[in-house]
């Protein structure tokens, strides 16, 4: 299995990656395996959102935590078609589930496999698409042929995301996750009729790098 074999598969607002177990360690390496304990291979699916719709939660009972996206239901697909061709060809695959609590962070995992890097904002974010990016990651038990690649470092740390952020949580040096997630809740008690989920956008539209969506009116 190649990864020109793999890449095939996806439309163009699609890439993957791929990154061998080994090129994790510690808890996170841990709890990859207690999730797939075959995994030898961590493959990530990155889809570019390109209109702010894709990104906007929807209430869906049937859904994972009974919510979804768009760019979810697409990035899901995506990922559904990778894992069906590994099992075709004899092998395990495992995706992780999402939202809600996996245990891992697909935008770690994703470091390893040269798509991109993290921002100021900690959002996984690359040179051609900014931080307009929705990952999914599969585990598979097959050792896929993959040039490895260094990523341009994406992040011109040019501040707007720290000056434009309502909790505060994107600082000069580190990030607040649980004031973003805070302040998320408490917009979406103003911003919100309960038909969907409030994503807040501020610091994603404040960056520089990267074509940024159509704006929900």
Request: glycine letters at 8%; one cysteine or more.
């Amino acid at each position: 299995m190649t990864e020109t074999e793999l890449r095939n598969l996806l439309p163009p607002c699609c890439r993957i990656g791929f990154a061998p177990i080994g090129d994790y360690e510690g808890q996170e390496k841990e709890r990859i395996l207690a999730a797939f304990p075959a995994a030898r291979t961590v493959v990530v699916i990155a889809h570019h959102v390109q209109d702010s719709l894709e990104w906007t939660w929807l209430k869906f009972p049937a859904a994972q935590n009974g919510e979804t996206s768009p760019a979810d239901i697409h990035t899901l697909a995506s990922t559904e078609r990778v894992m069906n061709r590994l099992m075709a060809d004899g092998h395990q695959a495992f995706i992780a589930p999402y939202p809600g609590i996996c245990g891992v962070m697909f935008k770690t995992l994703a470091l390893p496999t040269g798509l991109g890097t993290l921002g100021d904002n900690y959002l996984f974010m690359n040179e051609d698409w900014g931080p307009w990016i929705h990952l999914r990651v599969l585990f598979t038990d097959a050792d896929i042929r993959t040039e490895r690649r260094e990523v341009a470092k994406a992040c011109t740390h040019c501040g707007r995301c720290v000056d434009v952020c309502p909790a505060g949580a994107v600082r000069n040096d580190s990030f607040d996750g649980l004031a973003c997630r805070d302040k998320m809740r408490e917009l979406a008690k103003t911003q919100c009729d309960g038909s969907f989920v409030f994503e807040c956008e501020l610091c994603l539209r404040a960056c520089p790098v990267g074509t940024q969506p159509r704006e929900i009116e």
